[in-house]
């Protein structure tokens, strides 16, 4: 309804603000190698003034480009892949980490990859789970991680919750890992407490 009605983009500005506050917060406290990822709809991705406003809230609140990402799903770049490529560049010259989110879920992921300059790819949770039951499955996964890294993509596995696929994404030799194994949502004070001992050390794959 918000992409519908056109709200969604208050909605991200309003989100935007709101990441880039409190990462600086983060980072004046001693945060380290800290990238907060923020979802972006096709209809902010495409707006006219999307860029400006990103250079502007990172002006306002002095945080450096490199602690930001952006996600951004196939739907939101199908339309005009031209122009979706230019704006990928934008970004990432600021120093934004772009990721495909979502990858694989579409009709036509792997061909985006040779057409936009993204950083990261994230593997949705569904092909872990059948890459857990299935032999040929769990091949389609590894060949999408072989195939990403080849051509410089690092990857993100989505919704890693138990050892066996713990055990499996770190023997891929995946990049990072998104899931309940490390930690389920957290309040911001929870988060604090997370940031500020080693207990997201202790999931570092790679």
């Not at 004046?28 to 990103?54: K, M, P």
């Not at 990721?99 to 593997?123: A, C, E, P, R, V």
């Not at 995946?174 to 194994?181: A, N, P, R, S």
Request: charge should be negative; glycine fraction near 6%.
């Amino acid at each position: 309804v918000a992409e519908r009605t056109g709200l969604i983009v208050d909605i991200g500005h309003w989100t935007l603000n709101a990441v880039c506050s409190q990462t600086k917060k983060w980072v004046d406290l001693g945060a380290e190698d800290l990238r907060v990822s923020v979802n972006i709809s096709g209809v902010e991705f495409t707006n006219d003034s999307f860029v400006e406003s990103v250079k502007k809230t990172l002006k306002k609140y002095n945080l450096p480009a490199s602690h930001l990402e952006f996600e951004i799903t196939e739907t939101a770049v199908m339309n005009n892949l031209e122009e979706s490529a230019r704006i990928v560049d934008e970004l990432r010259y600021l120093g934004i980490t772009i990721t495909m989110d979502d990858f694989g879920t579409g009709y036509s992921s792997f061909s985006y990859l040779g057409q936009l300059n993204f950083d990261w790819i994230k593997i949705d949770r569904n092909f872990l789970l059948e890459a857990m039951k299935h032999k040929h499955s769990k091949t389609l996964y590894d060949a999408m991680v072989i195939m990403a890294h080849e051509i410089d993509l690092k990857v993100v596995s989505e919704g890693v919750e138990k050892q066996s696929e713990y055990d499996y994404v770190q023997m891929l030799g995946l990049d990072e890992l998104q899931g309940y194994i490390v930690s389920k949502p957290l309040s911001v004070f929870e988060m604090e407490r997370m940031l500020f001992t080693d207990k997201a050390k202790q999931f570092k794959v790679g």
